[in-house]
């Protein structure tokens, strides 16, 4: 039994030592090989972010490949003009000979795989296995950040198949914008992203308490519980494809001598498809309340969709507008020609905006509405003729259904003739003025009466404006 027993122990011993070996093997030995690894996947994926971002453009410029962990810088150039501008006043970059954007410099540090534990990093991540884990040193990179002493964290795990996790989180500030106006974050802004290989598909989802851009009197503007999400891909000519949607506990905007501006509950919920090598893009947008001092409505319901939107026109345009220098008037003229080729080739392809439904609440009944407007069929003369003819109306064909109830017409009546709402305490003369002028127009086919209150069609079809079938004008 003795004997059998050593052998167990040495079995059990030479299992143990050998265990070792293999945790040494991957804790001390493995980290530097895969730093190796990292480093091309690394510079893969900055390569990648902006590969197809008109306006922007990244390099890493300095990579020290450490045991462990490794040290690297990366450039990220701006040629944004606008986006540009704003970045030198904030501070992060200063202007660059020779009429260059402006370049960040950011300094991270790439800690090794293949479980990445020295990263300061979320337990999801540092235990993960994978090449690495980026931090990024955001806070000595922008010193807009660090001179207002916002702590921000940002890490990215960079995956085993290629993909990468990215977490960011922005703690409780206040800071000084301007003069007494003041950028205050409640609790913390957390921002969860992951992205394949190649960086063309992506998700993310940002969350938060409430942010406040106000003077101490509380004069500003007040979001509650932002939360994003969006789940896109790219689509033909590196278009953007697929969902997000953005919800808003309420946004409040106060200003001196009035009282509160509120929207509550604000969601809005955006969908992007192909469909026959053109875009269609539809947007949902809810709202459960809205108040501006003693006005109230909601809730509003609407959707609307754009479509026939051509990719290539889009992509060609959003570079061209990467490019508007409207600081120089010598080249302004040279610009806004550059911005016109893709708009007009963007209308040829017959482009419109069809409302599917609008419903919105208010005193004294609900409006109901809907309709689309759309490009008519027309070649590149046709279309550069109308425009230099400035006819606008024969450049579309379109028509609106909308519905309200006769207490809300009269309503919207006394504005247009009297200047002012109507109020509870109204004279019989004004009423009986209001039902007179609305009976009117119903005679005249202007308006319809329904059993739910008042319509009216309007259409516009090859330059003619209709109304309720009537012909009103031609253009």
């Not at 000979?97 to 479980?115: A, K, L």
């Not at 590196?238 to 953005?246: K, M």
């Not at 009546?413 to 209001?434: I, K, N, Q, V, Y």
């Amino acid at each position: 039994m003795a004997k059998g027993k050593s052998k167990s122990q040495k079995k059990l011993r030479r299992m143990g030592i050998g265990l070792l070996l293999v945790l040494l093997l991957v804790v001390l030995v493995l980290p530097a090989g895969v730093g190796m690894m990292a480093e091309g996947r690394y510079k893969q994926m900055w390569s990648a972010m902006f590969a197809a971002e008109p306006g922007f453009s990244a390099q890493v410029t300095d990579f020290e490949r450490g045991w462990f962990s490794s040290t690297a810088r990366v450039s990220l150039q701006v040629d944004d003009a606008f986006l540009g501008e704003l970045i030198q006043e904030m501070g992060w970059a200063d202007e660059q000979p020779d009429g260059q954007g402006p370049i960040i410099e950011i300094d991270e540090r790439v800690h090794h795989g293949p479980i990445p534990f020295t990263a300061p990093a979320p337990f999801h991540q540092r235990w993960r296995p994978g090449f690495a884990v980026v931090e990024s040193r955001l806070g000595d990179s922008l010193p807009a950040v660090s001179e207002h002493g916002i702590d921000l964290q940002s890490t990215t795990h960079l995956g085993l198949t290629g993909s990468l996790r990215g977490h960011l989180r922005v703690a409780a500030f206040d800071v000084a914008v301007e003069d007494e106006l003041r950028l205050v974050n409640e609790g913390e802004l957390l921002l969860d992203f992951q992205a394949n290989r190649n960086l063309d598909r992506v998700s993310m989802r940002l969350r938060g308490g409430a942010l406040h851009l106000a003077d101490a009197d509380g004069y500003g503007v007040h979001l509650q519980s932002p939360w994003l999400d969006v789940s896109q891909r790219r689509g033909p000519s590196d278009i953007w494809v697929g969902g997000s949607e953005l919800r808003l506990a309420a946004i409040e905007m106060r200003l001196p001598g009035e009282g509160p501006n509120t929207m509550r509950g604000l969601m809005w919920a955006t969908d992007t498809r192909e469909s026959n090598d053109l875009l269609t893009q539809s947007h949902e947008i809810q709202i459960d309340a809205l108040q501006a001092d003693e006005f109230e409505a909601g809730p509003l319901l609407m959707d609307i969709d754009l479509f026939n939107l051509h990719p290539e026109s889009l992509s060609r345009l959003q570079v061209a507008s990467s490019e508007l220098r409207l600081d120089d008037p010598e080249s302004i003229d040279q610009d806004i020609g550059a911005l016109m080729e893709p708009i007009l080739d963007l209308i040829t392809h017959e482009p419109g905006l069809r409302l599917q439904q609008l419903q919105l609440s208010l005193p004294g009944g609900m409006i109901e509405a809907d309709g689309q407007a759309k490009a008519r069929p027309m070649d590149r003369a046709q279309l550069e003729g109308f425009l230099a003819e400035a006819a606008w109306f024969r450049m579309m064909d379109g028509e609106l259904q909308l519905s309200t109830s006769r207490e809300l017409a009269r309503r919207a009546l006394a504005m247009w003739t009297l200047g002012g709402p109507l109020d509870e305490e109204a004279d019989e003369a004004s009423l009986r003025l209001m039902d007179s002028q609305l009976d009117a127009a119903i005679a005249q086919d202007m308006l319809l009466e329904t059993d739910d209150g008042l319509a009216i069609h309007i259409e516009l079809a090859d330059g003619v404006l209709f109304i309720n079938e009537r012909e009103i004008l031609r253009f």
